[in-house]
């Protein structure tokens, strides 16, 4: 592979010239959403002596994906037993309790029922099967296991009805999950980043990232050093280059586009979106609504359970109560999704498709009937939308977060010089729900298992 090309590639549509390094970090986070403020949180903390820099477009935390969510801890009931949803999102939830009671963010183990129709019996019986073999620790056998990783009970529609009045006659059977909860995201994030900068990190706002080039110390004048320099425009038209020894990139919907340009086509990243609608609800058929109510998800031959959990009923701190989200793949303005890389395609294309679109009321509200039967179709009101980024598209099965790891060397198309030090740049990918849920597990796995091994250091 050759480098000048490779260089070419990286520098997206040409419109940011290679610059030096000026200063250099340890550690750069792309995203200041609620995983790359978990992450950044976790290396203060593991390398206080480091420098751990996040650097975020936005002028405040969260102005993406993170802040247009159903703000659920999820227990995870959900995904494949062995994958890394089940295992970080069961881990996060532990680690997210934990925090919000310890820094006063206002939260609340409110529990939720998965609501059946008779013949969606078999649906939650399969949830509940799957729950209980699952011991803590993870996969420990049962004779072993101390307590349930993942607590749930089968109950009858009378007895979900007697948690919740206004749920439907139809509803013949309820699993009761205790461990589901909510969280006022905005003030974990708000939290999260003073628990960074009272530890000695730093926070960027109107920071983007334009563009990443591979370094390699022998080729350019400045530092001798491996890692990644990575280009920035501030809110100013200012720009910056540094150099980060490692990279972390938590950029959510956009992290799978400088990394495509990087890779041969045949492995190349496609990423899907699917956004989801939120309604608000005033009017009757709510009365007293205590838990998070939540339909089966809709498994028949065209669409899959683990792209959407239906369009259910959530409350925040407030006890508003919002229904929501469905799902619906925006269409990305060019081939985009099928890895082609197009140079005057917007990549944030999905921006322009944020406003709640009235159009999807009719459909949502048909859902909501299905369990809450005495609500009024007046009472909906279009609130919020959010994209979830997809790796697979409409007909895809299942798929789990995804962590890559890059090497400089690699796109010099060298080997690692024995002895010189790994500088990876890591990105995460996927990264949909439960990814509130497991943040703080997400930043566990990333400074604690992948960084930690790295260079064989370990925490300080
Ligand atoms: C509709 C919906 C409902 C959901 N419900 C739940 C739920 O109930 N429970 C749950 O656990 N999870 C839920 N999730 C998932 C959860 O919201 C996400 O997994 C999580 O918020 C992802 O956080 P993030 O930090 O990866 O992404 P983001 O919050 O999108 O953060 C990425 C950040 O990177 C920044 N960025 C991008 N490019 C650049 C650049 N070039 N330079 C600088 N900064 C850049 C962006 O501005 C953004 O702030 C839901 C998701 C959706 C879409
Ligand atoms: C960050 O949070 C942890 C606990 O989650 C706490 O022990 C630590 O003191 C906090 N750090 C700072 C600098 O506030
Ligand atoms: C990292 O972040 C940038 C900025 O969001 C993004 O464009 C890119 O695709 C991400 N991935 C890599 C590997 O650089
Ligand atoms: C509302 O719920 C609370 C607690 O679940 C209960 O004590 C109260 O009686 C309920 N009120 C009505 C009107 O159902």
């Known amino acids: 592979m050759n480098v000048r090309g490779l260089a070419a590639a990286l520098n997206s549509n040409g419109r940011?010239?290679?610059?030096?390094?000026?200063?250099?970090?340890?550690?750069?986070?792309?995203?200041?959403?609620?995983?790359?403020?978990?992450?950044?949180?976790?290396?203060?903390?593991?390398?206080?002596?480091?420098?751990?820099?996040?650097?975020?477009?936005?002028?405040?935390?969260?102005?993406?994906?993170?802040?247009?969510?159903?703000?659920?801890?999820?227990?995870?009931?959900?995904?494949?037993?062995?994958?890394?949803?089940?295992?970080?999102?069961?881990?996060?939830?532990?680690?997210?309790?934990?925090?919000?009671?310890?820094?006063?963010?206002?939260?609340?183990?409110?529990?939720k029922l998965v609501v059946a129709r008779d013949d969606q019996r078999a649906y939650i019986e399969g949830l509940y099967a799957k729950a209980g073999k699952m011991g803590w620790p993870l996969h420990s056998p049962p004779s072993i296991s101390q307590t349930s990783a993942l607590?749930?009970?089968?109950?009858?529609?009378?007895?979900?009805?007697?948690?919740?009045?206004?749920?439907?006659?139809?509803?013949?059977?309820?699993?009761?999950?205790?461990?589901?909860?909510?969280?006022?995201?905005?003030?974990?994030?708000?939290?999260?980043?003073?628990?960074?900068?009272d530890g000695g990190g730093e926070v960027a706002y109107q920071t983007r990232v334009v563009r990443v080039d591979p370094?390699?110390?022998?080729?350019?004048?400045?530092?001798?050093?491996?890692?990644?320099?990575?280009?920035?425009?501030?809110?100013?038209g200012d720009s910056d280059a540094m150099l980060a020894r490692t990279l972390i990139n938590c950029s959510g919907l956009a992290a799978h586009l400088i990394l495509n340009s990087l890779l041969p086509k045949a492995s190349r990243i496609p990423m899907y979106y699917g956004r989801g609608s939120y309604a608000s609800y005033r009017g009757p058929g709510i009365k007293n609504i205590s838990h998070?109510?939540?339909?089966?998800?809709?498994?028949?031959?065209?669409?899959?359970?683990?792209?959407?959990?239906?369009?259910h009923l959530t409350l925040d701190m407030q006890g508003k109560i919002k229904f929501g989200p469905d799902l619906d793949w925006l269409q990305p303005p060019s081939s985009q999704n099928n890895c082609e890389i197009v140079d005057d395609a917007d990549p944030d294309f999905w921006q322009n498709h944020l406003i709640p679109d009235e159009t999807r009321l009719g459909q949502m509200i048909d859902a909501v009937k299905q369990y809450l039967p005495e609500v009024n179709s007046e009472g909906f009101q279009p609130d919020y939308c959010g994209v979830r980024p997809k790796l697979v598209g409409p007909q895809g099965g299942f798929r789990d977060f995804e962590f890559h790891t890059h090497y400089p060397h690699t796109f010099f198309g060298s080997h690692m010089d024995p002895g010189s030090v790994r500088r990876p740049m890591i990105s995460l990918l996927g990264i949909e729900s439960p990814g509130l849920t497991s943040s703080l597990a997400i930043a566990e796995q990333v400074v604690e298992d992948m960084l930690c091994k790295e260079n064989g250091q370990a925490k300080e």
């Not at 013949?172 to 003030?187: F, K, M, N, Q, Y």
């Not at 370094?215 to 100013?236: I, M």
């Not at 998070?292 to 369009?311: A, E, K, M, N, W």
């Open 292 to 311: 998070l109510i939540y339909p089966c998800p809709d498994t028949g031959r065209t669409v899959h359970g683990f792209q959407s959990l239906g369009t």
């Open 16 to 111: 940011y010239a290679y610059k030096n390094p000026e200063f250099a970090v340890d550690y750069l986070i792309i995203g200041g959403g609620v995983v790359g403020l978990a992450i950044a949180r976790q290396l203060v903390r593991s390398f206080p002596s480091k420098s751990t820099f996040l650097v975020e477009r936005h002028d405040r935390a969260g102005e993406e994906i993170s802040s247009r969510n159903s703000e659920v801890i999820h227990a995870g009931l959900y995904y494949p037993i062995d994958s890394l949803k089940t295992r970080l999102c069961i881990r996060g939830r532990h680690l997210m309790y934990e925090y919000c009671q310890e820094h006063n963010v206002p939260h609340k183990k409110v529990g």
């Open 151 to 197: 607590p749930t009970r089968l109950i009858s529609g009378e007895e979900a009805r007697e948690l919740e009045p206004d749920l439907s006659r139809n509803i013949a059977a309820a699993l009761w999950s205790p461990e589901t909860g909510i969280v006022d995201s905005h003030s974990l994030m708000e939290s999260f980043e003073t628990n960074i900068t």
């Open 215 to 236: 370094y390699k110390p022998e080729t350019r004048s400045g530092f001798n050093d491996n890692g990644w320099v990575v280009q920035t425009v501030t809110g100013d």
